[in-house]
């Protein structure tokens, strides 16, 4: 194996500059404990070297460490110490379920703090990634398998990583990364019961402001950004399950509208399931009853995991493909031309349509045009919005469902990409607000919100995020007045996992895609790719 050519300057523990003085507990969201073993919402931007942030310069990240220590004064509990709740901890409490639900300590000491790993790699930014301009132009698809995101992120065993493993480690960590040229790299990882996409923005946007006034820049947009606090506060999305205090029954009509919903419900502990891999039981240590009393246990309904369709050892190729602003408004007006007449009503968005050109190359790729097999766009909704009243884009938490769209193989390989928006759109206007309290109100009554799983990957499914419109690009920490160079949301690198970017201004998106290495192969030469211009 070859030499790294990142190395580790030093690593310490970073705390709020203005913790609080007394021990807080806080129990996370209902929703928080669902994606308690979900991969750690994660990012990584790169920048380029500028006249007042060389990176070689050590001044440039001891700014980056004194305004992460502020930013720590208002999300405290990113230091704090995530573990488990106890059946003492939820007595009393309107939803006493206690497996599986994450609580997080912080204050007063308590916490094993923000681990920051500061490095220095000895490449030039431009032998990692292609520059801005030529993302627009040459290299709008860019195989970035190569690209290096587990040197760039920090290699920190976080809270939960193992469900069985917490104490003592930190639920987030903070890499700083400098390069031969000046440039560098900062990448933020946090575990997704504390994090989702929209939260790490708030949290990345903030940081960068305070970093922005330690570089001398003292417009109002820093004032504004500071001035937004994050709303901690769990139990304000729990409040829209509508539980009933000493009376913790479920809901019937609540429990069929949840489980009427495009949402999966892959059972984790189904031994018995085809193609059980032998590293699953290790997997669900910590959140899973003993097995004499899981036996004598009424489980709600749940489906075998399709494990036999997921390969976990086939190669996988990740590849970027910036669709310009223009590709994409051809793509929202033949998906307007192309709706079929079910769907009429249908308003799609450009989000909707790139992804489903994507799916249908995918499927495509796949080889599934005579296959009646299911297939599966299961998709990343947030719920903010969906509640009523609705929560600020400043709650903190990860407050998201993955819901999905289904079609067999053929259909979905030739359908026209109005059918696929349109049904996207459908399914997404199906979350109304009682519908996402009664899921809500569902998962509340789970044996363990780590027992189900709403996705799966693999030759059927794949499964997407979206980071469209969280400014993503425009996180500026040094006052350069410009984008990163390339930001990166880092995910595994597994077969079906998508991702969209917004990139600043431009109005382009930039989309990331992991498949089976044959797949990608045949993706990359379908001329379909190019249907609408790149």
Known sequence: MAESSCRIRYTRRVFPENAPQEKITTKLSILDGTVGRYAPCSAIWLYDRAENADARDPVVFERLERALKKTLDDYPHYSGQLRWASKELVEGDVNPSYLGRPVVVYGAGEGPGVELVVAEDSRELGAIV????????????????????????????????????????????????AFKCGGFAVSIKLMHCLSDAMCLMQFAHTWAAHSRSLFGDDSPDIARIINEKPLFDPSQLDQHAHLTAGAFKPNAEMIDKARSLPVHRYDWWAANAPGFPSWAPMANEGTIPPAEELASLELSPATFP?????????????????????????????????LPESLNGQRVSRLDVALAHIWILINRARQHENSQRLVYLNVTLGLRSRVEPPLPDTFVGSPIVLAHITKTGSEASAATIGEIAGSLRETMSRFTPDAVSAFIHDAAFETSPQRLWQAFLGSQHCLVTSWVRARA??????????????????????????????????????????????????LLQDPMLREYGL
């Not at 399709?306 to 051809?330: N, S, Y």
Request: charged letters at 25%; one cysteine or more.
């Open 130 to 177: 292609p520059s801005r301009e030529e993302r627009s132009t040459g290299k709008q698809i860019w195989i970035a398998t190569d690209f290096p995101q587990d040197e760039l992120q920090p290699k920190t065993h976080l809270a939960f990583s193992r469900l069985s493993e917490f104490e003592g480690l930190p639920g987030a960590a903070i890499q700083l990364t």
């Open 306 to 338: 399709p494990w036999p369709t997921w390969d976990m050892g086939l190669p996988v190729e990740h590849v970027q493909i910036r669709f310009k602003a223009e590709i994409l408004a051809k793509m929202k007006r033949a998906a307007e031309a192309s």
């Open 473 to 522: 690009y425009e996180v500026d920490f040094c006052a350069t007045k410009q984008p990163a160079v390339y930001v990166q949301g880092v995910m595994p690198r597994l077969d079906g996992l998508v991702q969209v970017i917004d990139i600043a201004e431009t109005g382009d998106f930039d989309i990331s895609v992991s498949l089976e290495k044959e797949a990608m192969q045949r």
